[in-house]
């Protein structure tokens, strides 16, 4: 009997990414030290910063080596996904730092095609696995009829969820609809971590000036830019 897998959901991990881990730990800490309250947005304690957005990163040194490493692995990625004649772009990147008690709530990133994060700063235990959950209609396979005892293992196939324990200077992608979380850290160490979105542009739009055309009248919405 042949097994079609249907739909299967990509996840990209690189390790060894070979970035500058103690330029961007002290380039956080200077972030943080500015802008200490920073912002809530998945996280439950912890600090999270503002939008850093292209023209800034570009710019700026510790996040450069970074940003052209998020490039090349999303490139392979979105190669691999199928993709052709397209523009990838980082729309914004923030820094995450969580320890003891701190976790993410369960979420999305709407608006874009591929997310990711990379891992500047990882505790050797126990600073919480970021966790993939299978679409929230998708439960139904396990919710539906049984718990734990009714099945003799828990793979790809039957899943309902999936941990994966982060490395330091490690970078992970993922398609941006994917429900994830990080679960809470009991580790009296920081992990320090930076989460990005990236969004597609076709280029054979682009060549036809299709979105000169077509362009937004807002203007009046700033972007936040530390
Ligand atoms: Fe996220």
């Keep these: 009997m042949e097994t079609k897998l249907l739909f299967p959901t990509p996840v990209w991990v690189e390790d060894d990414c070979g970035v500058d ?4 730990q002290k380039w956080v800490k200077i972030v943080k ?55 990838l772009e980082v729309s914004n990147l923030w820094m995450n730092v969580n320890t003891r008690g701190n976790y993410n709530h369960v979420h999305t990133h709407a608006g874009s095609v ?28 396990k919710e539906g009829w049984g718990c734990d005892p009714n099945f003799d293992r828990w793979e790809h196939l039957n899943e309902t969820e999936h ?27 920081e992990r320090i971590s930076l989460s990005f ?3 597609v542009f076709s280029k054979i739009y682009q060549d036809n000036e299709v979105y000169p ?14």
């Design 21 to 24: 881990l103690e330029r961007i």
């Design 33 to 87: 030290e500015t802008d200490p309250n920073g912002r809530v947005a998945s996280n439950d304690g912890g600090w999270q910063s503002q939008d850093f957005i292209p023209p800034y990163i570009k710019q700026d040194h510790a996040l450069t080596e970074l940003y052209e490493k998020i490039l090349e692995i999303s490139y392979k990625a979105a190669d691999e996904w199928g993709f052709q004649h397209y523009i």
């Design 114 to 141: 591929l997310s990711g994060v990379f891992y500047a700063k990882v505790p050797t235990c126990c600073s919480g696995d970021l966790k993939f959950l299978r679409d929230f209609k998708d439960q139904n396979l």
């Design 163 to 189: 941990y994966h324990s982060p490395k330091e200077n490690q970078l992970v992608v993922f398609p941006s609809w994917l429900p994830h979380s990080v679960d809470r850290s009991s580790s009296e160490d």
């Design 197 to 199: 979105n990236l969004h």
């Design 213 to 226: 055309s077509k362009r937004s009248a807002n203007t009046n919405v700033p972007l936040k830019v530390i």
